[in-house]
């Protein structure tokens, strides 16, 4: 007599038990979700101010700035906003398109940014012998040809106006000079920064155009993300399959220093321990998952070997660890990380000769990089969680030095 397929494959071994996720794709940073848990009044603010209630008017570009710490729903909101605004137009029979550019990802050059925007809205790609103005020129001439309207988010714009020679925020601030006073069909230009103070860095006349409305993401309470991962379980995970206790845990680890409300690494957490969980055959995620998840996010390295370095080595393990995040390839040139130096040590507002050659010595002997010829590699990470603790135990604005706790060459100045 057939077996009833429930008997059969426990029969098997075949665990019946329902796993801990629901959907894990609704952790991943690429997924949006419905709702931005206490961002709405942020998200109010946005639509106001680009007047999404107008999209049916003649439309010129708002200038707005988006400011808040890492993890604190930037980006998150303002592509969901793009969303929104698509919808609208869509409702009163315009076309609309959001644009996203990462800054930190498209390039450094004006000519390979606006590039990128056409190739956002045209069909075929700009020409290589055009000169930038000329590609964001055909850039507006495709909107309207295409008689599409777009709103432009630009993100990581504090990291391009640091890295790069030629900036695009006095273009993207006059569009409308360039459409000779009629609408440019931008419905507005949204800058996405972590650093408050970047527009300090802008020269008068691009710091004129940008204007002053800023929107700002202050970093999110325990109580807030407790809330958010909550919100974030119930649409990833299984009922009942994460602790209270295990999601509060990830709430204090996301918001205590070096860390300020940062729900990507809260998420991170969560997923990390639903999947030790699982791994486990467990039916619940516990605080021992996440304690497990935590300390397999800074490896073979403790917060305690970072302190023991001298300021100057830290320094330039921080610089590595930089320059390496935004590179491609496992190792990177000597020359790239001293170049990365001098802007942390301007960032930092230290002003001092580092003893460049002795502290790579040193992190090389203490096996936190690896030299090979003039390339420098890293095999400790996460890089970004490796540079936010670096960055919390740097002292800002004050003279360099200070010997390693350590035993070593003693040459660390
Ligand atoms: N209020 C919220 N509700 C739900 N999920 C959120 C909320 N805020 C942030 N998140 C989630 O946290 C992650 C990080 O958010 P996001 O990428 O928008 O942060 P950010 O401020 O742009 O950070 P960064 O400056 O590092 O780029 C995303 O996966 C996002 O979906
Ligand atoms: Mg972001």
């Known amino acids: 007599m057939a077996l009833p397929p429930k008997i059969e494959l ?84 315009v076309g609309l398109k959001p644009i996203y550019l990462n800054l930190r990802l498209e390039g450094a050059s004006r000519f390979t940014i606006f ?38 988010i630009v993100d990581e714009v504090d990291f391009h106006v640091r890295r ?21 069909n931008i419905v507005g230009v949204v800058f996405i920064a972590k650093d408050g103070d970047w527009s300090r860095l802008l020269d008068p006349a691009e710091r004129s155009s940008l204007g002053a409305l800023k929107v700002s993401f202050p970093p999110y309470s325990k109580d807030q993300v407790m809330d958010i991962l909550e919100y974030r379980a119930s649409e990833a995970l299984n009922p009942g399959t994460a602790a209270r206790e295990a999601l509060s845990f990830i ?21 990390y321990s639903g999947v030790l969980a699982e791994e486990e055959g467990c039916s619940r995620i516990t605080l021992d998952h996440v304690r497990a998840a935590y300390s397999m996010t800074l490896k073979s390295i403790s917060t305690g070997d970072l302190e023991a370095l001298s300021t100057q080595e830290k320094v330039v393990l921080l610089s590595t660890a930089k320059a390496l995040s935004t590179a491609s390839t496992p190792y990177i040139d000597v020359d790239a990380v001293r170049r990365q130096l ?15 050659d002795d502290a790579i010595k040193r992190l090389e002997a203490e096996s936190l990089i690896e030299v ?42």
């Open 372 to 413: 090979k010829g003039r390339g420098i590699g890293m095999s400790i990470g996460p890089l970004g969680k490796l540079i936010s603790v670096l960055e919390s135990l740097i002292p800002r604005g004050v003279e360099l030095g200070g010997a390693s706790r350590r035993g070593g060459s003693g040459q660390r100045r």
């Open 115 to 152: 590039k990128s925007m056409v190739e956002k809205v045209a069909f075929e790609a700009a020409s290589r012998s055009l000169s930038p103005d000329e590609v964001l020129k055909q850039f507006l001439e495709t909107l309207k040809s295409r008689k599409l309207l777009a709103i432009l």
């Open 342 to 356: 001098r802007v942390t040590l301007e960032e930092l507002g230290l002003n001092v000769k580092v003893a460049f």
């Open 10 to 93: 426990a029969v098997l071994g075949v665990s019946l038990m329902p796993g801990i996720f629901k959907d894990k794709g609704k952790l991943l940073p690429a997924y949006v979700p419905e709702r931005l848990v206490h961002r709405e009044q942020q998200m109010r603010v946005l639509a106001d101010l680009l007047e999404v209630g107008g999209l049916g008017r003649l439309v010129y570009p708002k200038c707005i700035q988006v400011v808040g710490p890492t993890g604190s729903g930037k980006t998150s909101a303002c592509l969901k906003l793009g969303r929104v605004l698509e919808q609208e137009a869509l409702r009163v029979g």
């Open 164 to 184: 790069s020679r030629e900036t695009v925020v006095y273009d993207l601030t006059r569009l409308h000079e360039l459409s000779s006073g009629e609408s440019p």
């Open 251 to 271: 709430a204090d680890l996301a918001t205590e220093p070096p860390r300020a409300g940062d729900v990507r690494f809260a998420l991170d957490m969560l997923l």
